[in-house]
């Protein structure tokens, strides 16, 4: 069996719907489909679950949300129109009101509620369409299915593992296609529960875990993954396959291809994730797998993301105090700051963090606290690295390729402030200022795919 997750684009109007179905109907082993809110239909469009933060945001405020609401039925009354479905609209239209004129008790919950509208309705949508082709569809409730979420300490929301036993009871006959709204699921309160943003990959992935789907197939608008952000290099070289590991090292420089959290559902699993094109079903897309069956090319990935910072800490005789390291960690540790790399001379020891969680008043306590209780000499803090990850398991078998980065770099005039390269030697890192980011990209990519 096949899990099938269809993203915004490829729900946006009835069109696409109708291809939606097609590709469905075409495999009998896509069982299971997990659809996200309709997007875009143009550049300039806004989409289904941007229109209703809109009405969460201004019902919470006491404004119009009549407006951005009557947007969101009208996007559905199109769609329903066009697929000559209109026996659907009232479940729908009743499902939304209930959740917007609900009684505000706590707004991060409403808003949950109002965000999974989206999902929801796109969910229904399909199964009456499927239902008016002849097809046997079933819309699913997640709260039915047990698909149970909880919000975490810093206000995530995360799959409880008792998901997985109820998610595997899902289907229940061979002839019935099961159509599941993406991105929420309830608590044990029995209140909706959204994943962060484009979360209905992690739905996708937890539904393709618990029913141990043979591919979890994951529909959105390009033929393949890139090994370069395409809007960097023409005509970037396509990945046709990449290892979970390698995913994870390239997402860790913001390349972008599912939800972060969506990998390790079908990651521990071994489950294969085939990236296919709504538009273009032909193309093979890009499989994310756990053993590469070949090499395309001795890189797989380049990416590169900005807002990182670097704290560099000095102390004479560092290397000869037991434990200094370790408070340092510990000092990040207690203002809560998560530690990205710690690369380290006899001396000095650099802590890489994140902008975003390294503000200049945290920054201000931590050097102190390091000042103060660790006796360090002196710090040096500098707010604008941004980190360039060259990643491919093939590179693991070949002399040379850290060289060749290197010059590369050096030659175009672009100064390399970290260098690093697990054991594993799955990646390479480098540190460069946050305004040759870009550059950095385009200069590898040049250098190690013209080969
Ligand atoms: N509709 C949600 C979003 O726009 C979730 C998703 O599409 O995966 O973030």
Known sequence: MKVTKF????????????????????????????????????????KVTDLLIDVAKARIAGGDYKKPLGIVLE???????????????????????????????????????VKAMGEDSSARVVAAYLNSTGHKAVYCNPKEAGLLIEHNDAGKGVVLDE???????????????YIFPGFYGYNKAGQIITFSRGGSDITGSILAGALCAEVYENWTDVDNVYAVNPSLVSNPFPIREITYDEMRELAYAGFTVL??????????????????????????????????????????????????????????????????????????????????????????????????????EVQEVICNRILKELGATDIKV???????????EAMANSVGIMARAA????????????????????????GVAESYCSYAVKVLYKELFRY
């Not at 998901?163 to 296609?177: A, F, G, I, Q, R």
């Not at 559902?265 to 093979?284: E, Q």
């Not at 010059?407 to 480098?430: D, K, P, T």
């Open 7 to 46: 993203g915004g684009s490829s729900l946006a109007n009835a069109f696409q719907i109708q291809k939606v179905c097609d590709i469905v109907l075409s495999d009998p082993d896509r069982r299971v489909v997990v659809v996200s809110a309709p997007g875009k239909r143009t550049k300039d469009d806004t």
């Open 75 to 113: 996007r559905f009354r199109e769609i329903a129109e066009e697929l000559d479905i209109v026996d659907v609209l009232p479940s729908i239209e009743e499902a939304i009101t209930k959740v917007v004129e609900a009684t505000i008790t706590d707004t991060v919950l409403y808003t949950d509620s």
């Open 163 to 177: 998901s997985y036993d109820h998610l595997s009871k899902l289907v229940k006959d061979n002839e019935t296609l």
């Open 259 to 360: 939800h972060e959290d969506a990998l390790f559902p079908v990651y521990v699993r071994g489950i294969p994730v085939n990236i296919k094109n709504t538009n273009n079903p032909k193309a093979k897309g890009t499989w994310i797998v756990s053993k590469r069956t070949h090499y395309d090319s001795l890189i797989t990935g380049i990416a590169g993301e900005k807002g990182f910072v670097t704290i560099t800490i000095n102390k004479y005789l560092m290397n000869q105090q037991v434990g200094f390291l370790f408070n340092v960690m510990r000092i990040f540790m207690e203002e809560g700051v998560s530690i990205e790399h710690i690369p380290s001379g006899i001396d000095t020891v650099t802590v890489i963090v994140r902008k975003k969680y390294f503000t200049p």
């Open 382 to 392: 500098e707010r604008d690295l941004a980190i360039v990850m060259i990643v491919g």
């Open 407 to 430: 010059s590369a770099l050096s030659n175009a005039g672009i100064n390399l402030r970290i260098v690093n390269q697990g054991a594993s030697e799955i990646s390479m890192m480098f």
